[in-house]
């Protein structure tokens, strides 16, 4: 009886088991591919021109440095079950709970802006529907399935995802096909690359300071940490991802946004409007707008879906440590941390009828409470990144087999790109006040962290 009860209690306080490789490999396709590149890829052609492509590969590749160090701490500490647990690894409880809670609320106020964005889509097909009705059936349709289990939500993330990547393909392969005069005009479009005003129309500088924008739309590779701890070979399955996955879906963003401006002029596009669909139009694809329209609540529907998910795990990991309240990390009989996603579903519906009443004042809260924080949040990962292997080196453990490349210059230059796209976001007047507002969330975090440490000294020594 002892035995089973033990066995009770360790099954009510344990995640699942329960993806598979092909759900691991769509979850990391859909935490990268998002509205970002569908939609907010426009801002930074506007931006940029056709040098975009130069800011494109410079962003992607800072998220595969940091993809790597994150692959190399997955592979060396395989007991880690969580993204923002390599921090308390390298840098101590302090870490660990600042950047678990930072992350889960960057993520919680995700929820109710990509459940808004959902909403407006839908709202255009069903106008006898108010923006309230339809942001709480989507939210109540991913609580369900963030409900029944890790696989359910696997499932969706891995149909959503190959929405996304067949569209990108398709893409792909008809702008291509355009842009070299094999279809539409019979005429090669490359001329556009530097038709108006040039390569690099506005010189430079814009090339380097557009990396904060389009950082912002890369992020999400991270959630393959998260994901995998509930698969039957985590560190194997980080190493696959990070080693194969990641630099084919920036390969996906670079060779898109090339295509972009060069079958049609940068200086036609408008910023917060999808560059795809404006080059579909260009190339006579009927339906534009609904393919679009399509595409985009696909991307929206999968961002949403794995914000309950990746909100539920980080709490249920903070809990564990005892950094969250305790009665948080109970598992269902499908072993989901209920409680945890129905705090994801409450945040949510907060921020909905928060912006039914106030749009703007909500729109703009949401984009700068989240700001800067993803860039705080990986700078603390790679520093760790760079203590836990030199604290490996000096005990001289062996090689776990997956290395970052060129340690630890590699290492130093990723900090110091970051610390750059956050100096770059001071000295824009469009984006410093989201840096303030993430630079008060850290420091907010600190300090509960300082409290908590205070009250369990107090509970130690009575």
């Given at each position: 009886m ?15 088991r329960?993806l ?5 490999t769509?979850?990391?396709i ?5 509205a970002?590149?569908?939609?907010f ?22 998220v ?28 101590g409880?302090?870490?660990g709970?600042?950047?678990?809670w930072?992350?889960?609320?960057f ?7 990509e ?9 255009q ?20 399935v963030?409900?029944?289990s890790?696989?359910?939500y696997?499932e969706f ?5 190959l929405v996304?990547?067949?569209?990108i ?15 539409g ?5 490359f001329?556009n ?6 390569f ?36 194997r ?9 990641v ?17 049609i002029?940068?200086?036609t596009i ?17 339906l534009t707008?609904l393919?679009?329209?399509?595409i ?7 961002c949403?879906?794995?914000?309950y998910y ?10 564990g ?19 945890s ?6 945040a949510?519906?907060a921020?909905?009828v928060a912006h039914?009443?106030s ?14 924080l ?15 292997r030199?604290q ?6 062996a ?11 590699a ?7 970051m ?9 824009s ?8 507002a ?24 009575g």
């Amino acid at each position: 009886m002892n035995s089973d009860v033990a066995t009770a209690s360790a099954d009510s306080h344990s995640l699942s088991r329960s993806l598979r490789p092909r759900h691991i490999t769509m979850i990391t396709i859909g935490g990268i591919i998002g509205a970002g590149l569908f939609v907010f890829s426009s801002n930074a052609i506007a931006a940029v021109g056709p040098a975009v492509v130069i800011t494109y590969a410079l962003t992607g590749t800072l998220v595969l440095l940091v993809m790597r160090m994150l692959g190399e701490m997955a592979v060396a500490m395989p007991e880690v079950r969580s993204f923002t647990e390599f921090a308390r690894a390298g840098l101590g409880d302090w870490a660990g709970f600042s950047i678990g809670w930072l992350y889960w609320f960057f993520w919680a106020i995700v929820i109710p802006a990509e459940a808004i964005a959902g909403a407006l889509i839908i709202q255009q097909w069903l106008p006898q529907f108010s923006m309230l009705q339809i942001g709480t059936v989507l939210m109540a349709v991913m609580t369900g399935v963030n409900l029944m289990s890790a696989r359910a939500y696997g499932e969706f993330e891995f149909w959503f995802s190959l929405v996304k990547v067949i569209a990108i393909v398709a893409f792909i392969v008809g702008a291509g096909a355009y842009a070299f005069g094999l279809t539409g005009p019979k005429v090669a479009t490359f001329a556009n690359l530097t038709a108006h005003g040039g390569f690099m129309p506005f010189g430079p500088v814009p090339i380097l300071a557009t990396v904060t924008t389009v950082f912002f739309s890369m992020m999400g590779a991270e959630i393959v940490t998260i994901a995998a701890a509930e698969s039957p070979e985590p560190a194997r399955a980080v190493a696959r991802m990070v080693s194969t996955v990641v630099w084919r879906i920036v390969g996906f963003y670079i060779v898109s946004v090339f295509l972009i401006v060069t079958v049609i002029p940068w200086n036609t596009i408008k910023p917060g409007f999808s560059p795809f669909a404006a080059t579909l139009d260009a190339m006579h694809v009927p339906l534009t707008s609904l393919i679009m329209q399509v595409i985009i609540l696909t991307a929206v529907l999968s961002c949403l879906n794995s914000s309950y998910y990746i909100c539920s795990r980080v709490l249920f990991v903070l809990a564990g440590r005892g950094d969250a309240p305790r009665w948080l990390v109970t598992t269902n009989a499908r072993h989901v941390p209920a409680r945890s996603v129905l705090l994801g579903t409450l945040a949510g519906f907060a921020g909905i009828v928060a912006h039914v009443y106030s749009p703007e004042l909500v729109y703009k809260f949401l984009v700068n409470a989240s700001g800067a924080l993803i860039v705080f949040i990986y700078i603390a990962i790679a520093v760790s990144q760079i203590r836990t292997r030199r604290q490996r080196e000096r005990s001289g453990v062996a090689d776990a087999g997956l290395r970052m490349w060129f340690f630890p210059w590699a290492s130093y230059l990723a900090i110091g790109a970051m610390i750059a796209v956050l100096i770059a976001m001071g000295a824009s007047p469009a984006l410093r006040s989201q840096l303030w507002a993430s630079v008060l969330s850290v420091a907010v975090a600190l300090l509960a962290y300082l409290v908590l440490r205070q009250r369990r000294r107090k509970q130690t020594a009575g």
